[in-house]
């Protein structure tokens, strides 16, 4: 089956402008999380989602949001980019929890920020 | 949460065995230890978990000391795709993946 997807990959925006990222799970799976690899951060939780609700929270500004729809397909937005928001955003899905499941990730959208 | 000590870099001859170690001196008794690797431009792959017992599966085999203070992950045969990042995560039994933290792992360098 497909796997995780990622649209865009790339994206370059500037300061002050807002961009939404968007990923569709494997079929099937409920769960959605997001994180953010920045090569002095590492690979950091943004949230999570699990059955359009919010599960968990990383520890980032409110600036970064995120939702899920009924078809598990997830989007994260950032308002008022920054410079140091360029970032590889990555997707994750599982189809319910740690433990019982294993989590795919996808090939992640590239952000710059100029 | 416990955390992890990983050596930064590893180099590893194509054809041998590759043992990363991993230090989890502050580990639960509830929590797992992960392994995921993650190859250059792509995203983090998951390769095995386990709690107190070793465990092996087709990409690798997970060995726990008994104290469950350490642990390694072996990959029996390295070839030159298993040249990643690896991390080592221990994480509680729990329904989010918000609770498994990813560190700065060991390159590994697979060398023909």
Known sequence: ?114 | DAKTTQPTSMDCAEGRAANLPCNHSTISGNEYVYWYRQIHSQGPQYIIHGLKNNETNEMASLIITEDRKSSTLILPHATLRDTAVYYCIVAPETDSWGKFQFGAGTQVVVTP
């Open chain 1, 1 to 114: 089956k497909a796997g995780v997807t990622q649209t865009p990959r790339y994206l370059i925006k500037t300061r002050g402008q807002q961009v939404t990222l968007s990923c569709s799970p494997i079929s099937g799976h409920r769960s959605v999380s997001w994180y953010q690899q920045t090569p002095g951060q590492g690979l950091q939780f943004l949230f999570e989602y699990f059955s359009e609700t919010q599960r968990n929270k990383g520890n980032f500004p409110g600036r970064f949001s995120g939702r899920q729809f009924s078809n598990s397909r997830s989007e994260m937005n950032v308002s008022t980019l920054e410079l140091g928001d360029s970032a590889l955003y990555l997707c994750a899905s599982s189809y319910q929890s740690p433990h019982t499941d294993t989590q795919y990730f996808g090939p992640g959208t590239r952000l710059t920020v100029l």
